[in-house]
């Protein structure tokens, strides 16, 4: 079967975005992506900006913030990265993502562009620099009322950071990309300080108190405005419940009850009540009188949702997908887990990156997992099935650990060790399996298993 034309360019321009210098490299300069913005016409600075950074929390939060900016009347942008299934879910225009023949026109409108800086200094632009690009054009071009953008990597010297955000959220801090960003909270908290600006206002998520007084520093000395959560803004009540959690959240501007938020764990009603105090800060922060409408705030928040983040993506077993990377996702995971679900037996399809803490996920992992399969996906940073399920055995013991290179067999096993009791098709019993440790393991079983929801 042929192609339809328009899928086979978006092909050519996925495979020349992968032949350019991988995002997991950090590069400390911000000079490329300034130089190609600078040949673009500054389209970062046609509209505010929501900037986020954190080391977990920073998609479901943006994506909290864009729906509850959407729910004010305003035509938004959204920036998120990684992806899960597609390149152009990173860049969204009014909550739908490019479609495959817009994200191609993009890419043809900054291509020139990006040859020129790629041909004017010693390193071409990067995958990530020339994919930050397209979304501030794309938004630029809409044109968007906001733009609502996740750092990459850090903060300071992410290719994000040519934008002046007007609000910046700083998510929960804790130890990831430690090759690049340092290693411990406050080391990394000041890369992440860099997105908090002159003149911007400052959402801070509860932090430890090491990593709070490195933001407070910073924010001290480029004279900006802060509020803290747990301070100026925070949950008041949380009552988890079948599909999500029952919130009561207060605001800058006010207190918001009978919040329903359909995502689990209490690190999402952290993200929800930073994305609110964002929203209300964006709107004109403590000058609204009461702040937000409730109504609208109700509203845009039983829409939120968060692909691979404790996502039920099957039935009969249940099979539940989470993008858990780093030991500080893995435990805010077990929790919401605990909380939400009884599975017996839960099994774990666990792929992982090479680069990351794999013994403290696999640590934070086992108390929850009746067993694992261990296995890797499609990307050359995967560690090898076999070296993880080293690991594993280590912490699980070899009668508890399965290794199955292949994540469609791997699937395949976490089942049938699930169904090896009566299973609960509603997740409330019965066996489940859960597939974690990666974005890119996450995205991969997202693909494979969509085709065959129950």
């Not at 900037?51 to 929390?57: A, D, E, F, S, V």
């Amino acid at each position: 079967m042929t192609e339809p034309p328009e899928l086979t360019a978006f092909q050519a321009v996925e495979r020349s975005l992968l032949q350019r210098w991988p995002e997991t490299r950090l590069d400390p300069s911000l000079d490329r992506i300034a130089a190609l913005c600078d040949l673009l016409g500054q389209p970062q600075r046609a509209y505010p900006v929501v900037h986020l950074t954190g080391t977990n929390g920073k998609t479901s939060t943006a994506r909290m913030v864009d729906t509850l900016l959407r729910g004010l009347g305003l035509r938004t942008g959204q920036f998120t990265s990684p992806h899960l299934e597609s390149v152009t879910e990173r860049i969204s225009v009014d909550g739908q993502p490019l479609s495959p023949q817009r994200f191609t026109e993009v890419y043809a409108e900054v291509a020139p562009y990006a040859d020129v800086v790629d041909n004017s200094g010693d390193h071409p632009v990067s995958f990530f620099e020339f994919v930050t690009a397209m979304a501030f054009a794309a938004f630029a071009d809409a044109p968007v009322d906001a733009a609502v953008v996740e750092v990459g990597m850090g903060g300071t010297w992410d290719s994000t950071n040519v934008a002046d955000a007007s609000v910046a959220i700083i998510t929960p801090v804790g130890v990831d990309h430690s090759r690049y960003l340092g290693e411990t909270p406050e080391a990394i908290a000041v890369e992440k300080a860099g997105i908090i600006k002159a003149g911007s206002f400052g959402v801070l998520a509860q932090q430890p108190v090491e990593v709070a007084e490195v933001l407070l520093e910073h924010v001290a000395e480029v004279g900006a405005t802060v509020a803290r959560e747990g301070l100026e803004f925070g949950v008041v009540e949380r009552v988890p419940g079948m599909g999500g959690q029952m919130l009561t959240l207060q605001g800058l501007g006010a207190t918001y009850g009978e919040i329903f938020l359909p995502l689990y764990g209490a690190h999402q009603a952290h993200n929800a009540v930073c994305a609110l105090a964002a929203v209300e800060a964006f709107a004109g922060g403590r000058g609204l009188d009461g702040g937000l409408d409730v109504e609208v705030v109700r509203e845009a928040f039983a829409q939120v949702t968060s692909p691979a983040r404790l996502e039920i993506i099957r039935r009969s077993p249940t099979i539940v997908l989470d993008a858990a990377h780093n030991p500080h996702g893995a435990a805010a995971l077990v929790e919401a887990v605990q909380e939400s679900f009884a599975f017996s037996p839960l099994v774990g399809v666990v792929g992982v990156m090479e680069d990351k803490d794999v013994a403290g996920l696999i640590d934070a992992f086992e108390p929850i997992m009746a067993s694992i399969v261990c296995t890797q996906n499609s990307t050359a940073r995967a560690m090898p099935a076999e070296e993880l399920a080293e690991v594993a055995r280590g912490v699980f013991g070899g009668e508890r650990v399965e290794v199955a290179p292949r994540l469609d067999n791997a699937l395949d096993v976490a089942v049938g060790l699930a169904e090896s009791v009566d299973a609960d098709s509603i997740g409330l019993g019965g066996g489940g399996v859960l597939v974690t440790g990666s974005v890119i393991t996450a995205g991969e079983a997202r693909r494979l298993l969509r085709g065959e929801r129950r």
